[in-house]
């Protein structure tokens, strides 16, 4: 650790852990609601755990990006944080409402905690993954405003790199993007098209240039490749990844209402989307190939070439798989959908927050060189299990979708099943899912376990300083 403001990330790192375990634990009674609706119920209906679920993932991978950027800005900008202060006091206020919001939703009945919020004033509530009161959104645009002043400020007085300047668009382009949240239009069609200004703009857009910032800063950090060599990677990326983000948007405005012509720019431009991604795969790979020196902390590298490859999968494969209107038309909200989502957000976000954490938490608690190789086998082990069950979840998706379609969507004679009867034929698969949601539980607790493993027993190689990186 170069500077002394790098350990406010501690925190924000240790939050974004502890709201990823609620979320697993929500995701696993989800799980098992699907096959037993009556589990949880009434205290916590399914409708309730999906809401808690969603959110705590947005919400642990902002975390997450708050801590990397305190950790990583500092260093790319060979200075000290602009106002430590600032960010520990932000910390609290955003865990504060982030507590705060989770127990509205599970100890208030939704419209009562909208009239306890008097969202009447400003109704922006009811809305998926904006589910947030209104006060709430607002103290997360003050969250975002002093983290991008503070960011930005350490910048503006140090040196100014690729990877700083490719982090703080994402981030600036992150709270603009969530402004649009509190635009609800009575118009179905019109809230629609603008609640993707969110959604989509957030996930295949400005959150891919905060993904690639990342990526490129440990790779520059765990194999000493020249700089100018991953930025010039870096730019390319991040220029293709806005292209086909920014109007594969209109993948999403097939059914709504909008103009016909979305039809051919929401495929076309959605079909490119995987292309960053693949292109995230070589980058990765070609740099840890032409590596100038075997960093002691291996798992941080397994992690970054992890994150490259099942990013490309779930948002680039399984994106692809059913982004083309004409196959939409058929797939559209099935299992399918889901499947994309889950092993997208796991494979771009959730491990490139793992990835950063595994880099760094060593660093932060005195091991520069990272844990001891003890801890190291322990989340490689967590590593491969969360990768396989989230591959497993995917195909149990994935099959279930497929089936989704035969038996409920392309059948256009009274031979379709009604929705409910599909469900039912799908219970298979939905054991299938539940089985590998406990296994990817049993990965993230070993990864938990890695940091405290060798914890009093620190080899004198691990506590040698890194040499310095171009």
Not at 201 to 216: Q, R
Not at 324 to 342: I, K, R
Not at 359 to 384: D, H
Not at 409 to 422: C, K, Q, W
Request: glycine residues 8%; contains cysteine; neutral net charge.
């Amino acid at each position: 650790m170069k500077y002394t403001s790098q350990l406010v990330a501690k925190p924000y790192f240790i939050m974004a852990l502890i709201l990823f375990a609620g979320q697993i634990v929500f995701g696993l009674l989800m799980g098992i609601q699907y096959i037993d609706g009556d589990i949880g119920f009434p205290a916590i209906p399914f409708n309730v755990a999906r809401m808690v679920h969603v959110n705590l993932l947005i919400i642990w991978i902002l975390f997450g990006f708050m801590g990397a950027s305190y950790y990583l800005v500092p260093e790319e900008s060979e200075t000290e944080l602009f106002s430590p202060r600032l960010a520990r006091i932000t910390f609290w206020v955003f865990a504060a409402a982030a507590v705060a919001t989770v127990l509205g939703y599970l100890l208030v009945p939704y419209a009562e905690l909208a009239r306890i919020t008097q969202n009447h004033l400003l109704p922006t509530m009811g809305r998926e993954f904006l589910e947030q009161p209104t006060i709430t959104k607002f103290g997360i645009v003050l969250v975002c405003l002093s983290f991008i002043f503070n960011i930005g400020m350490t910048i503006l007085k140090g040196r100014k790199t690729v990877v700083n300047m490719v982090l703080i668009t994402g981030l600036v382009g992150l709270a603009v993007f969530f402004l649009f949240s509190f635009y609800n239009p009575v118009n179905l069609a019109l809230d629609k098209y603008f609640w993707w200004f969110v959604v989509h703009l957030w996930v295949e857009g400005v959150w891919e240039l905060i993904l690639g910032a990342i990526l490129a800063f440990v790779l520059i950090k765990v194999t000493g490749v020249d700089r100018e060599h991953i930025e010039k990677w870096l730019y390319l990326i991040i220029a293709m990844a806005l292209i086909s983000g920014l109007i594969g948007m209109g993948h999403h405005y097939f059914w709504i209402g909008p103009p016909e012509y979305w039809l051919w720019m929401g495929s076309v431009f959605s079909a490119l989307e995987p292309v960053p991604f693949f292109m995230m795969v070589l980058f990765a790979f070609k740099m840890v190939r032409e590596r100038r020196r075997q960093h002691h902390n291996q798992v941080a590298v397994t992690w970054a070439l992890g994150t490259s490859v099942m990013a490309f999968l779930g948002a680039g494969v399984w994106g692809f798989i059913h982004t083309l209107a004409p196959v939409n038309y058929y797939t559209h909200a099935t299992q399918l959908t889901a499947a994309h989502g889950h092993l997208a957000f796991f494979g771009a976000y959730a491990m490139i927050v793992m990835c950063i954490i595994s880099y760094a938490m060593p660093i932060l608690r005195g091991r520069p060189q990272g844990n001891p190789v003890s801890a190291q086998k322990v989340e490689k082990f967590g590593f491969w299990a969360m990768c396989i069950a989230m591959s497993g979840i995917t195909l149990a998706l994935t099959v279930a979708g497929a089936l989704q379609v035969a038996l409920q969507r392309i059948p256009e004679s009274g031979e379709a099943l009604s929705f409910m009867a599909t469900q039912g034929e799908l219970m298979g698969m939905y054991w299938v899912r539940l089985g590998f949601g406990v296994l990817f539980a049993l990965g993230l607790v070993a990864y938990f376990a890695s940091f405290f493993v060798g914890a009093k027993t620190v080899d004198v190689e691990a506590r040698a300083p890194l040499p310095e990186t171009p």
